[in-house]
């Protein structure tokens, strides 16, 4: 259901941006690197001698296309191994430091040669713009393929499998003996920072005084250590490696992630970047990247150890048992869901001020949802045409915890198991999890308890290949309501959302509309001031999908789409938080 992302942690929508034309038909020449994981020189020439085909790699460590590649990668060597087919990986982005290059090499087990590049200099020899790319030369060295892997990961892109092998048929063409077909494929990840001059005239906008505040506040709160970022900006030299990206998405507007139209509802966690902010980080980078004082660094910003939420919980409940997620999926159609049970059964009514659920694997929790399992009672009852009013919590990347308003509080009756339904997606390296929960714990009933509503339509049929298929639900709500929350819910069929209110005489007012909806940011839109709406009011909600060979996310556009739990299935739900008054 709610998409982890993991990955990704990936950036957002896709990006088109140019790149540099690759060196095809360039004979590389020697070159020597310190191989990262024992420090060791490596010589080109000589550790490719005698090879009918070479593939260097330029990988990094921290961008969430790369990390998900590098199973892929690892295949690929062994199936060509014996074939004469010599891999190497070159780590050329700034933030790549050769600790945790040998670290990551150590985790998955890389059996090729992981190199660290001075600067960009041999990136700059192939003209890497974005990692990860791969190169494929043939015995002479010369470059006969450049670009991506295969189609199945980008920014924003993250399909069950992929549709195409342009790297592995780059290799099978030369040891064939044959031309090359798709000699270039332009890669989609993260782009390389390089270093530029900074700017040496007129006022210059710096990081200590200008930037550091705007990544503080926009930023961090995913962007730190043990966060769902994959890498933290919580220092200059962090902040400037991530430069070219950071442009990137600022400038199209992908970070900070946020798809909720202005135009309708204000929202207290509205994540947007200020047009003035824009412009000056925008301004920054284009600028060089210029430091500044240290005199006018802000102070750091203080976060709980661990956690999200606004103190520390007052109880913290683990998964019974661990659950052994395996290096890859059976048959390559996922692992089926598994629903744990989380702590004992509580002994008395229990009133939750904030709730967030944190996963210990966290690379391949694809989500997770917290149920409230009632006395005596099984995943089975709470799984209805409204299972959203048993949902304590859940995880999502880049989602914030769940804190009620000052005065409200969710009941978890006595006697009651919470459960977790665990969604994994295995990334190639087999470990254990144990996901956990925090509770912070009002002091007694509340004076408004706080319920949650799913307003959901299971019985849609999306046409292959439609680009525009709607699909409507709607709940009526028979008392005086307060709503705080909407949450949208597709998988990467979704296109947009929106949601509507309905008064008793018909008039109608958008409560939120998605036109972009982003199966990667699953969102929470907290109203900044609550909206009361009157006893008989109807909340409608509307999605649209795009099932078309247009979708880049699209796993089968010749697919019939029904409800599912698996992302190539789909969903539709509009999910409320609310009291009645």
Not at 474 to 492: A, G
């Amino acid at each position: 259901m709610i998409r982890s992302l993991y990955l990704l942690a990936l950036l957002a929508a896709p990006l088109a941006a140019a790149e540099p034309q690759p060196p095809l038909g360039t004979k590389i020449a020697d070159f020597t690197l310190a191989n990262a994981a024992d420090g060791k020189a490596w010589n080109f020439v000589d550790a490719t001698r005698g090879a009918k085909a070479v593939v260097v790699l330029f990988p990094s460590t921290a961008c969430p296309v790369s990390l998900a590649y590098v199973p892929r990668l690892i295949e690929l060597e062994k199936k060509y191994r014996n074939e004469g087919v010599r891999f190497v990986a070159v780590y050329s982005h700034e933030s790549d430091e050769a600790a945790d290059i040998a670290k990551q090499a150590k985790h998955f087990g890389i059996p090729y040669p992981v190199l660290k590049d001075d600067g960009v200099k041999l990136a700059d020899k192939f003209h890497v713009d974005r990692v990860p790319s791969a190169f494929v030369l043939d015995a002479t060295r010369t470059v006969r393929y450049h670009g991506r892997i295969d189609d199945q990961y980008a920014v924003g892109v993250h399909r069950d499998k992929a549709t195409t092998r342009e790297l592995a048929n780059a290799i099978d063409a030369i040891l064939e003996g044959t031309d090359v077909r798709v000699t270039h494929a332009a890669a989609s990840g993260c782009k390389l920072t390089r270093e530029k001059p900074v700017a040496s005239s007129g006022p210059l906008v710096t990081y200590t005084k200008d930037v550091a505040r705007i990544i503080q506040s926009k930023c961090q709160d995913c962007h730190r250590a043990g966060e769902a970022a994959p890498f933290a900006l919580d220092s200059y030299k962090a902040a400037k490696s991530w430069a070219g990206m950071m442009r990137e998405v600022v400038a199209d507007d992908v970070m900070p992630p946020w798809h909720a139209d202005a135009a309708f509802g204000h929202f207290k966690n509205d994540r947007r970047l200020t047009p003035e902010d824009k412009a000056t980080l925008l301004k920054w980078i284009d600028q060089g990247c210029p430091e500044g004082s240290a005199k006018d660094q802000p102070q750091p910003r203080q976060f709980l150890d661990g956690w999200r939420l606004p103190r520390e919980p007052d109880v913290v409940l683990k998964m019974q048992k661990p659950i052994k997620v395996p290096a890859s999926s059976f048959l390559g159609i996922g692992v089926p869901y598994q629903y744990v049970p989380v702590g004992e059964p509580l002994a008395e009514d229990t009133w939750i001020e904030a709730v967030e659920v944190r996963p210990e694997y966290r690379a391949v929790v694809h989500h997770i949802i917290c149920f409230i399992i009632p006395p005596g009672g099984t995943i089975f009852d709470v799984a209805g045409r409204d299972f959203g009013r048993h949902m304590l919590g859940a995880y999502v990347p880049g989602d914030a915890p769940v804190v009620m308003p000052p005065g409200h509080a969710r009941k978890i009756p006595k006697g009651s198991q919470l459960m977790f339904e665990m969604h994994y997606t295995p990334n190639g390296k087999a470990g254990p999890d144990q996901s956990m929960i925090g509770l912070c714990l009002a002091k007694g009933p509340p004076k408004h308890e706080i319920q949650n509503a799913s307003i959901m339509n299971g019985r849609f049929r999306i046409p292959p290949g439609d680009p525009n298929f709607e699909v409507k639900s709607v709940k009526e709500f028979p008392k005086d309501t307060r709503l705080f929350i909407f949450t949208p819910h597709m998988h990467v069929r979704g296109k947009a959302f929106k949601m509507e209110l309905v008064q008793k005489d018909g008039t109608r007012e958008v409560l939120l509309n998605v036109p972009k909806y982003d199966f990667n940011w699953q969102a929470n839109y907290e109203l900044a001031k609550p909206k009361d709406i009157p006893a008989g009011s109807k909340i409608e909600c509307t999605a649209w999908y795009d099932n078309s060979k247009a979708n880049p996310s699209n796993p089968d556009p010749s697919a019939t789409v029904r409800w599912g739990n698996q992302t190539w299935q789909e969903m539709m739900i509009g999910f409320v938080v609310f009291t009645e008054k």
